[in-house]
T-cell receptor, first 114, second 109 residues
């Protein structure tokens, strides 16, 4: 168990640029989640995959955000035309395909939009 | 989605037992209760999970009364390294669980 890996750990970008983050889940985990966390708040659910299928997206998720998990392994989260309000920690988690299986989180990608 | 309510913050001293209570009045029959710990600049880490009565592991205990409308995370003999934010979540599936603001525990020497 090598844990959930996220890349990069930090990203600074200018407003209007596109950014992409990568998440590598624990290898035997079928489920993958993306969250966003701002200072002083708990993680906010963004989207969820079971294998390669994206099963749920938060209604709060702007259509500038898109996530993929093409082969049911790693996932990418892209933000187009970034805004300063997108500055946050983006967390990825994975879990087994078993009800009540705990989430295993990576250490996140911290995005700063200037 | 079941909503949870926790104290915003708590202070304790090294060596004391800390109990953090979470209210979840609209918990559903299939929902489990899961607690996570988060340190600054890290992702949340699973601590303990339970459905009813009491669960204990090497890190903590979780007490759940019969009506399941609340739960209490108990951390025995805390140390400075237990200073963190603790989140209580309820749900039967990862995509059902939503984080609140959590409880910020500060352990003092």
């Amino acid at each position: 168990d090598t844990g959930v890996s996220q890349d990069p750990r930090h990203k600074i970008t200018k407003r209007g640029q596109n950014v992409t983050f990568r998440c590598d889940p624990i290898s035997e985990h079928n489920r993958l989640y993306w969250y966003r966390q701002t200072l002083g708040q708990g993680p906010e659910f963004l989207t969820y995959f079971q294998n390669e299928a994206q099963l749920e997206k938060s209604r709060l998720l702007s259509d500038r955000f898109s996530a993929e998990r093409p082969k049911g392994s790693f996932s990418t989260l892209e933000i187009q035309r970034t805004e300063q309000g997108d500055s946050a920690m983006y967390l990825c988690a994975s879990s087994r395909q078993v009800d009540n299986s705990p989430l295993h989180f990576g250490n996140g990608t911290r995005l700063t939009v200037t | 989605l079941a909503k949870t309510t926790q104290p915003i913050s708590m202070d304790s001293y090294e060596g004391q037992e800390v109990n953090i209570t979470c209210s979840h009045n609209n918990i559903a029959t299939n929902d489990y209760i899961t607690w996570y710990q988060q340190f600054p600049s890290q992702g949340p880490r699973f601590i303990i999970q339970g459905y009813k009565t009491k669960v204990t592991n090497e890190v903590a205990s979780l007490f759940i009364p019969a009506d399941r409308k609340s739960s209490t995370l108990s951390l025995p003999r805390v140390s400075l390294s237990d200073t963190a934010v603790y989140y209580c979540l309820v749900g039967d599936n990862g995509n059902d669980m939503r984080f609140g603001a959590g409880t910020r525990l500060t352990v003092k020497p």
